[in-house]
């Protein structure tokens, strides 16, 4: 009798845009979900440079985030062997599908998206049409790759649904082409808010350094930053309506420690705002500790950074090959040769 074949693995796709070093949201909201997913799924993660300069971006920064970003990537524990592992502008089929797909998108979908909206009052001077378009090329992103499953924060929530509304309405025009994604958030802290405006996400842009922490940051400046958090004048450590403040630091601490919110709230019972920021400033360090020792190595490391982008976009490539191909086919375009 022949043994029976495993089924194939569902397919993960997710991304990373190289704005900056990631953030503790970026981590918990994301990175760190795609990790423990890895080997559960075929999973394909890649930094987005083609969405980063939505935003004006210094060139040779951009150049040197994007390599800083991938050393971060593979640090929190995305291993190449184990992943498809790549930079998005060295596979030109993400821009290539985009814009189909933005012939199958309306205008007023687009013009619906708060992030257009936040991203458009920030850098007034610079509303570019990419800004706006921004979706559909995540949209593209995802479909490309045919994933099942996208692991992302819920800042994301509304986009993904973008990308479902799109791979749909394409399916109903041209026939069966795209698999209709999911969303995959984390159970804690799928949102982590600003420390300094607990009512806003931390978003690596911030122009307050204070108001997130960096992976990279050391000891000290997590200590610190946690020490300056915002709060409130009440002094019981407890996750209530209106205390966004102490919500958000307990969420980050039962996010590395695995602690529930009644656990943290019996832990501090009766010891006010002190010594419980001091113990998520802890907790957040010695939790960031070996991604950091992990990326020190990875970034002196140039070639092996080269050798795993190469490899990845090339792999990367041959699958989206074949997705680019149905879609034109079903579009109308004649063959290429
Ligand atoms: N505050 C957050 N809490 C939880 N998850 C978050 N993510 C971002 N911020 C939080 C998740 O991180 C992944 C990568 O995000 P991105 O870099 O592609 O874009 P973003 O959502 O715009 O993140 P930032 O940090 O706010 O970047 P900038 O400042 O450049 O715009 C996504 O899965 C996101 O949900």
């Not at 190289?18 to 994301?30: D, E, M, Q, R």
């Not at 394909?44 to 050393?71: G, S, W």
């Not at 060295?90 to 985009?98: D, F, G, R, T, V």
């Not at 995802?142 to 993904?160: E, F």
Request: net charge neutral.
């Amino acid at each position: 009798m022949s043994e029976p074949t495993a089924a194939p693995k569902k397919r993960i796709f997710s991304a990373i845009q190289p704005t900056g070093v990631f953030t503790l949201g970026n981590y918990i909201g994301a990175i760190r979900n795609w990790h423990k997913l890895q080997d559960d799924f075929d999973s394909i993660y890649c930094i987005a440079d083609l969405h980063a300069i939505t935003v004006l971006q210094e060139p040779a920064e951009l150049r040197k985030n994007t390599m800083r970003a991938f050393a971060l990537m593979l640090a929190c524990g995305i291993d190449p062997k184990r992943s498809i592992t790549f930079v998005q502008s060295q596979n030109p089929h993400h821009a290539e599908l985009s814009w189909v797909l933005s012939c199958s998108t309306m205008f007023g979908e687009l013009s619906r998206m708060t992030q257009f909206k936040d991203k458009s009052a920030r850098h007034a001077d610079n509303i570019n049409a990419g800004l706006f378009t921004y979706p559909v090329l995540m949209a593209a992103d995802i479909l490309a790759y045919n994933a099942d499953l996208v692991p992302i924060g819920a800042d994301q929530k509304q986009h993904l649904e973008l990308a479902r509304n799109i791979a749909q309405r394409f399916n109903q025009r041209y026939g069966e082409t795209f698999t209709v994604p999911d969303g995959y958030f984390p159970e804690q802290g799928a949102r982590l808010m600003s420390l300094q405006d607990p009512t806003k996400k931390m978003s690596k842009s911030d122009e307050n350094a204070n108001a997130c922490v960096y992976i990279l940051d050391d000891k000290d400046t997590i200590l610190r930053k946690f020490k300056r958090a915002v709060t409130d004048s009440d002094t019981e450590v407890c996750y209530k309506e209106g205390k966004d403040g102490i919500n958000n630091l307990m969420t980050i601490y039962g996010a590395v420690t695995g602690k529930t919110m009644d656990e943290i709230t019996a832990e501090f019972a009766g010891q006010g705002y002190g010594p419980f920021k001091e113990a998520v400033g802890e907790a957040v360090a010695d939790h960031l500790a070996p991604v950091q020792a992990e990326y020190a190595r990875l970034i002196a490391d140039k070639a092996y950074l080269t050798q795993c982008m190469t490899e990845g976009a090339g792999q990367a490539f041959r699958i989206t090959r074949k997705a680019l191909q149905k879609v034109y086919r079903r579009v109308g375009f004649i063959d290429r040769l």
